[in-house]
T-cell receptor, first 112, second 111 residues
Framework: DQQVKQNSPSLSVQEGRISILNCDYTNSMFDYFLWYKKYPAEGPTFLISISSIKDKNEDGRFTVFLNKSAKHLSLHIVPSQPGDSAVYFCAARPVGADGLTFGKGTHLIIQP | NAGVTQTPKFQVLKTGQSMTLQCAQDMNHEYMSWYRQDPGMGLRLIHYSVGAGITDQGEVPNGYNVSRSTTEDFPLRLLSAAPSQTSVYFC??????????FGPGTRLTVT
């Protein structure tokens, strides 16, 4: 049973526009959420995180929104750049634990 | 800082062979973990450690052993490799409660 779901396997966005990647979760014990970016043949790179006590966190072009009642989070990238083309993983961590549960990833393609 | 390093980058094993995947970090992180990634899947937690001498199982521990004798190193052992263990393996480390940093991965093929 998937506890973290990324329902869009791929997403194509024009350069300069906004990219919105979505993630849903089912486990109410998750209290910390992270987004990772992964290029082929490399390890995942941490992008941004959000604690369940917040509903928004911003870091430069990246903003993560958390809607706890809907068990939904999204990553916004504005403006999208060619180097943003990668696979993006949503991950969640339960209260009192360190191990992460990952979604299957969304392949973001930025079109010139 | 080298961050999280993993060796080897690639490995081919025959069914039944054993091997150890190495992982080291130089950030003095208490927490270290191993994940595997299969095609079309997210990363799944195999084993983790919250400090030297302390290890525990993750979501998919069967067929793997770990030990943590130092803060820096966290090797993953396959005692008798099976084709189902063909995967890409990632090691990660973090301070407790903070974001995890991942190594570059080891691509393992078991024939």
């Amino acid at each position: 049973d998937q506890q973290v779901k990324q329902n869009s396997p791929s997403l194509s966005v024009q350069e300069g526009r906004i990219s919105i990647l979505n993630c849903d979760y089912t486990n109410s014990m998750f209290d910390y959420f992270l987004w990772y970016k992964k290029y082929p043949a490399e390890g995942p790179t941490f992008l941004i995180s959000i604690s369940s006590i917040k509903d928004k966190n911003e870091d430069g072009r990246f903003t993560v929104f958390l809607n706890k009642s809907a068990k939904h989070l999204s990553l916004h990238i504005v403006p999208s750049q060619p180097g943003d083309s990668a696979v993006y993983f949503c991950a969640a961590r339960p209260v009192g634990a360190d191990g992460l549960t990952f979604g299957k990833g969304t392949h973001l393609i930025i079109q010139p | 800082n080298a961050g999280v390093t993993q060796t080897p980058k690639f490995q081919v094993l025959k069914t039944g062979q054993s091997m150890t995947l190495q992982c080291a970090q130089d950030m003095n992180h208490e927490y270290m973990s191993w994940y595997r990634q299969d095609p079309g899947m997210g990363l799944r937690l195999i084993h983790y450690s919250v400090g030297a001498g302390i290890t525990d199982q993750g979501e998919v521990p069967n067929g793997y052993n770990v030990s943590r004798s130092t803060t820096e190193d966290f090797p993953l052992r396959l005692l008798s490799a099976a084709p189902s263990q063909t995967s890409v393996y990632f090691c990660a480390s973090s301070l407790r409660g903070r974001e995890q940093y991942f190594g570059p991965g080891t691509r393992l093929t078991v024939t």
